[in-house]
């Protein structure tokens, strides 16, 4: 790999960790969640997630040129090594938590792919394309969720702020650009995260003071993701999700 | 008066029954035949959303990305199954927190087959493969069901069944021809599936509560030892084909009769694990029960925040 390819390669990891951690999330719903109709919803949403990572993964062995699978990159690597941004590998804590997470990921990835769709890497554009729709949906579902949640009763509404206490901490890191990513802007494969969050500030802000809630703004708090330096579930996560990769190395499933 | 009307519409439904017409939600429909519906209906939409448990225990750690999508989709295509049998089962004139609540008090049953633990990876093969296939064989008989939703849920819930049956038998194929361990998982796996696979079927037509009336108002069209037979005659060709031992040492092709002779099931272990006795019971029951408690504070904020919205809608109008 020239040094471009291997800050695409990183790019794409990057990228496809994000949506890997946040599918496993999204699947710990399943049969846990508060409607059935949510069950369903969630187990789609996380599939989508899963998708997505399938495809950054099986682009990034392409560029790697190795001969590598996308369960090679998944399942072989520890969590120093996974460089997904912070707040997709929180746990999933309550319904409010996870919504709220959803909410400010799915504002995130409108914005974002919508970019993205520009990018002079073919694929990477047509990934782009293919998943801004998707977003574009959970948007549509995380917006009323939040509201009914926010305007709800005195409990749901505690639950939102709370989760909002939390996640505030962690959204900043959405908007930061490791130097890999930065270098891939001349060539304008990747997109300028920090030009979107005036723009994603605003939508925010905007849609939670409808329900008036205060939102202090995505100022950077804290980071480390990309350079695997996570919080301490993400290792858990990983054992339990590389155990049979781990157990039984080598074979085929 | 009443009982003139009552034995008119009742001479009507056993004339539509003999002819083959269904019968819809609006129709006059003997009680026995409601309540019967009701019964077996919503077992079917709990079994459907009780199983996506032992199935949904190995989403977090399937062995691969592939195999995880695969398993997320079906799991979440039981979840529909239910769901869509819940919203068919309404029309009988009960309600989904009405039959949720049988459950929970384990007034109602589901599938016994899922109080048995999902252990190692090859169970996901097996449950799709044996557990699907033994529901479809089922399914396909009650295709054909005198009650009209009932009816063409099945007819769509096959063809998504039969999708998950053919990807459970690639899953477990994938082992039996895999490495020395995954083998042993795959023939773990069959021979803890195989007795309670059979079981899903119910006991000998003789033993059968629910059978006799229900053959006769065509609710079910088939009994359950024809079922089971025909369940093992397609099976045991395909576990040949997987290179692995028979779950049932006497399991033998009899020339003259045409099919697969067999070893006794054991009634027993059956009504014990009917009756809450089997390995996961209890666990199934509470998951669902905290599940249900843990989203209670979300359901009131729906509700909740409906009716505010209704106060504002009239505060305007006013």
């Known amino acids: 790999m020239n040094q471009e390819q291997k800050n695409l390669y990183r790019f794409l990891v990057g990228l496809a960790d994000d949506s890997v951690v946040l599918s496993h999330r999204l699947s710990e719903w399943c049969s846990n969640g508060p409607y059935l109709e949510e069950d369903i919803a ?41 460089t997904n941004l912070l707040i997709h590998e929180l746990p999933i804590n309550d319904f409010a938590f996870t919504m709220l997470r959803q909410f400010f990921v799915d504002v995130f990835y409108c914005q974002y792919l919508e970019q993205l769709c520009q990018s002079s890497d073919s694929t990477v554009a047509a990934i782009a394309a293919k998943s801004v ?51 891939l802007l001349e060539s304008d494969i990747a997109v300028d995260r920090e030009l979107i969050k005036p723009d994603w500030d605003q939508y925010v802000r905007e849609f939670l003071t409808g329900s008036k809630i205060e939102f202090a703004g995505s100022e ?18 990983l054992s339990e999700m590389q155990f049979l990769q781990r157990a039984y190395p080598g074979l085929k499933w | 008066m009443q009982k003139v009307d009552d034995a008119q519409a009742q001479i009507e439904f056993d004339r539509r029954v003999a002819d083959e017409q269904k019968i819809e939600p609006t129709d006059w429909m003997p009680d026995d035949y409601r309540k019967n519906l009701i019964r077996q209906m919503s077992q079917h939409a709990h079994s459907e959303v009780i199983g996506m448990q032992p199935e949904g225990n190995w989403i977090t750690r399937a062995p691969s990305l592939r195999r995880k999508a695969i398993l997320l989709a079906k799991v979440q295509d039981e979840g529909g199954h239910g769901l869509y049998l819940y919203s068919a089962t309404e029309t009988l004139g009960i309600t989904r927190s009405e039959m949720i ?26 449950v799709g493969w044996l557990v699907d296939g033994a529901a479809i064989v089922n399914q396909i008989a009650l295709q054909r069901t005198s009650y009209g939703p009932y009816s063409r849920a099945m007819i769509r819930i096959c063809k998504e069944e039969s999708f998950h049956q053919r990807q459970g038998y690639e899953l477990i194929y994938a082992m039996a021809k895999g490495s020395p361990e995954q083998k042993e998982m795959a023939q773990d796996a069959l021979n803890r599936f195989w007795w309670p696979s059979l079981m899903m079927f119910g006991p000998h037509d003789s033993d059968s509560a629910h059978s006799a009336k229900s053959m006769q108002w065509k609710i079910k069209r088939e009994t359950n030892d024809v079922l089971r037979q025909r369940f093992i ?31 006794e ?46 106060a504002k809608k009239a505060a305007n109008v006013a």
Not at chain 1, 154 to 168: F, G, H, M
Not at chain 1, 220 to 234: A, D, M, P, Q, Y
Request: with cysteine; charged share 30%; proline share 3%.
């Open chain 2, 233 to 263: 005659d397609q099976t045991v060709p395909q576990i040949e084909v997987l290179g692995l031992e028979m779950p049932d040492p006497e399991i033998k092709w009899n020339e003259e009769k045409g099919q697969y002779d067999s070893g």
């Open chain 2, 265 to 310: 099931i054991n009634w027993q272990e059956f009504y014990e694990v009917i009756n809450g006795n089997g390995p996961c019971n209890h666990q199934r029951i509470k998951h669902h029960l905290k599940a249900h408690k843990d989203g209670e504070w979300v359901r009131e904020a729906v509700r909740a925040y409906a009716e505010k919205q209704q």
């Open chain 1, 42 to 82: 969630l187990s789609n949403i996380a599939l989508d997630y899963l998708g997505r990572a399938r495809m950054f993964y099986q682009y990034a062995a392409q560029i790697e040129g190795k001969d590598r699978s996308e369960d090679d990159i998944a399942y072989s690597r520890n969590e120093r090594e996974y």
């Open chain 1, 220 to 237: 950077l708090k804290i980071s480390g993701g990309r350079n695997g330096v996570h919080t301490e579930f993400l290792g858990h996560m």
């Open chain 1, 133 to 183: 729709k998707e977003s574009r949906y959970h948007l549509k579902r995380s917006e009323p969720w939040i509201r009914q949640l926010s305007e709800g009763t005195d409990e749901s509404r505690s639950r939102v702020l709370d989760a909002k206490t939390e996640l505030e901490s962690f959204v900043g890191e959405l908007f930061l650009m490791p130097e890999w990513e930065k270098s």
């Open chain 2, 101 to 126: 609540e049988a459950l929970q008090t384990r007034k109602a049953k589901y599938a016994s087959i899922f109080n048995y633990p999902t252990l190692n990876w090859a169970d996901i093969g097996a």
